[in-house]
């Protein structure tokens, strides 16, 4: 064990770069706890407080830290984020201006800057000050902010026709490659999205299309990403299946139990004749379809079990929410490993006055809700709502519980893919900009075209999506 408080520091870092959070706070805290007056070990309890999840602890270690010093750069930055994770954003961005004016050449940091400015529907400014720190920032990480920046002020062409000439030039900038994949997507450009796509396992050259005839043939589809990914993407195996294939499916656990028609397995065996990934499909079959989900089914008595669940809550007609999912990133690493997150979010409490006077039960499907975010969004309901959120660690009784709701308010989730194979249908709020399975265009999408949309403004306002699904909701 270390014997020095300095050596406890090194030690803190050294966790923290490998994920070990929990053994990161208890060699932090043995540092502070050796050294009080020493800033650096203030600061990377900080750190270590706020890899734990306790960002509330975060915060006052690196607020601790200023007050003694304020023009500590790390300590600025740290904090910075900090609140940015708490989506605190007007909070936020004076200190990282703070921070940039100290050292403008700090990694990351006039494009972290940026990204806030955009956020709060700021494009020109987040654009400006690229152009003006372009010599300081990563030339990918410069390209893409640029691109994010070009998408709001002059359109999507401007973004791909960014993007794409990055990408001729740097064939190996696999991070500029994404975005130009979801740009692409977002367009309807199918088969050149499709075919950039193929950047998220680092694969840069074209796909062979497979024959159009595969009889006899047993395929092994490989799973990724996330259990939406899986569900999405499944849509694609039809016209797999239709050459002649013979079809498996290797994914997590947690989905065998609502797939249907399709063998499933826990880990890859032998003896297939090709394997390939899920999201690979598309590319492979040369495919501008936009195929419907992969179908779904309940069984009578699940359905039974669910409208007694959804009885024991409250009477009907019942009312699901979500308003937040796909990456939190306040339970994001920051070391280790590059931040890269798709989160999609509204805030409670609009979501609930948007919702007041449901005549029925609301019920919430919100996994990994912050802390008082369930009770602003009941505040501002007016009315109790009854959580079922643990329903999504078992995806059977879920699926039922979709099954027989009778409205889902929510951003794009794995329910909303649960949903589209049961050929129901969800209320949508997406946020700006959007995902590229919700298109970069009004209207709805190709994807889930039964499925209302409701889209945040540019200026990041919520209202008149909210006002427009308290329009349709009303009886």
Avoid at 405 to 415: F, H, L, M, P
Wanted: with cysteine.
């Amino acid at each position: 064990m270390p014997s020095d408080h300095r050596d406890w520091n090194a030690l803190a870092w050294t966790y923290l770069k490998s994920g070990q959070n929990d053994l990161a706070l208890e060699a932090a805290q043995r540092a502070h706890e050796g050294n009080r007056n020493n800033l650096d070990y203030l600061n990377t309890l900080g750190v270590a407080y706020g890899e734990a999840g306790d960002l509330e602890r975060a915060e006052s270690s690196f607020r601790k830290a200023l007050k003694r010093k304020p023009v500590f750069l790390d300590a600025l930055i740290n904090l910075a984020k900090t609140l940015e994770k708490q989506e605190r954003f007007a909070d936020a961005i004076p200190l990282y201006e703070r921070a940039l004016a100290l050292d403008e050449t700090f990694p990351k940091l006039a494009t972290n800057l940026a990204n806030l400015y955009r956020q709060r529907g700021d494009a020109k400014r987040a654009g400006q000050l690229l152009e003006r720190l372009a010599r300081h920032i990563d030339p990918q990480d410069l390209t893409v902010a640029l691109a994010a920046c070009d998408y709001e002020l002059q359109g999507i062409g401007a973004a791909i026709e960014r993007l794409s000439a990055a990408v001729k030039q740097h064939a190996d900038w696999v991070h500029a490659t994404n975005a130009l994949a979801h740009a692409c997507l977002a367009d309807g450009r199918w088969r050149d999205g499709w075919h950039h796509y193929r950047a998220r396992h680092g694969a840069s050259n074209r796909a062979s299309a497979l024959p159009t005839r595969l009889d006899g043939e047993r395929i092994l589809l490989r799973g990724e990403q996330g259990l939406g990914d899986v569900l999405f993407f499944l849509r694609f195996a039809p016209l797999l299946k239709a050459r002649g294939a013979s079809l498996s499916l290797v994914c997590a656990k947690k989905l065998h139990g609502v797939l249907a028609n399709i063998p499933v397995m826990d880990s890859e065996e032998p003896g297939f004749d090709r394997q390939l990934w899920l999201g690979d499909l598309p590319v492979h079959l040369a495919s501008d379809e936009t195929p419907p989900a992969w179908p779904l089914g309940v069984s009578d008595e699940l359905r039974r079990a669910a409208r007694e669940r959804l009885a024991a809550q409250g009477p009907g007609p019942y009312l699901a929410v979500t308003w937040r999912a796909g990456t939190d990133t306040a339970r994001g690493r920051e070391f280790g490993a590059e931040r890269a997150s798709l989160t999609k979010a509204l805030p409670p409490a609009e979501l609930g006055a948007a919702l007041r006077g449901w005549k029925g039960s609301v019920i919430l499907l919100q996994r990994g809700a912050r802390a008082g975010e369930a009770e602003r969004f009941a505040a501002m309901l007016g009315a109790p709502c009854h959580d079922l959120s643990a329903l999504g660690d078992d995806l059977p009784m879920l699926l039922a519980v979709l099954a027989e709701i009778d409205e889902y308010v929510t951003v794009s989730n794995t329910n909303v893919h649960l949903l589209a194979g049961l050929g129901r249908t969800a209320r949508v709020l997406v946020p700006y900009p959007a995902e590229w399975r919700w298109m970069r265009r009004e209207g709805r999408s190709p994807w889930f075209p039964d499925f209302p949309v409701y889209r945040q403004s540019q200026s990041r306002d919520w209202q008149p999506a909210l006002r427009a699904l308290r329009s349709d909701l009303a009886p």
